[in-house]
């Protein structure tokens, strides 16, 4: 079955600690996606990349990285610089054209810093 | 900038309709989404809607588009305890290739027995 696989599903870290969320699509989809989501404020764009070897900033970029070195992987590195890491996040993919590319999401990590 | 806004939460009876409603900013989108959430899971894919149509029908889902107004509506027909969940509605960022969409807030759906 095709589909986009998160792990863990739970991850808790110390702070100061970097930590990576990985994210891998069967779909052969070209663009992936990093959202995180935090309860009444809907899913805000971290990161994206519409092909190998490039990755655009979302929104909300700062404290995190990413790399995209296969088609199929797009992992995220929470960053002791981000402020605030505690929340669930989200990967999705997409064929990536601009005309009807629904995302396919992830199950989510949610992630627990303290 | 775009902007989606949904009301935060809607409480129903079993077997009542539910009607789930969203504004978008962006006049450019192309394609307008309805996702679901569970809880502790992604979001699902549940109908979307071209901007040059005025209304879609899937089974018991009715989504109605008014581009005058930028308003979007996802209405639920006979809505059952297992349709409680989060719903966001997207739009696509149209003025770009990038495949991005912008979400709302999310609706909490609560359907009571």
């Known amino acids: 079955d095709g589909g986009i696989t998160q792990s863990p599903k739970y991850l808790f870290r110390k702070e100061g600690q970097n930590v990576t969320l990985s994210c891998e699509q069967n779909l052969n989809h070209d663009a992936m996606y990093w959202y995180r989501q935090d309860p009444g404020q809907g899913l805000r764009l971290i990161y994206y990349s519409q092909i190998v070897n490039d990755f655009q900033k979302g929104d909300i970029a700062e404290g995190y990285s990413v790399s995209r070195e296969k088609k199929e992987s797009f992992p995220l590195t929470v960053t002791s610089a981000q402020k605030n890491p505690t929340a669930f996040y989200l990967c999705?993919?997409?064929?990536?054209?601009?005309?009807?590319?629904?995302?396919?999401f992830g199950n989510g990590t949610r992630l627990t810093v303290t | 900038g775009e902007d989606v806004e949904q009301s935060l939460f809607l409480s129903v009876r079993e077997g009542d309709s539910s009607v789930i409603n969203c504004t978008y900013t962006?006049?450019?989108?192309?394609?307008l989404y309805w996702y679901k959430q569970e809880p502790g899971a992604g979001l699902q894919l549940l109908t979307y809607i071209f901007s040059n149509m005025d209304m879609k029908q899937d089974q018991r889902l009715t989504v109605l588009l008014n581009k005058k107004d930028k308003h979007l509506s996802l209405r639920i027909a006979d809505t059952q305890t297992g349709d409680s969940a989060i719903y966001f509605c997207?739009?696509?960022?149209?003025?770009?290739?990038?495949?991005?969409?912008?979400f709302g807030q999310g609706t909490t759906l609560q359907v009571k027995p």
């Open positions: 962006d006049s450019s989108s192309t394609y």
């Open positions: 997207a739009e696509s960022w149209g003025s770009s290739n990038t495949g991005k969409l912008i």
């Open positions: 999705a993919s997409s064929t990536g054209t601009v005309y009807n590319s629904p995302l396919h």
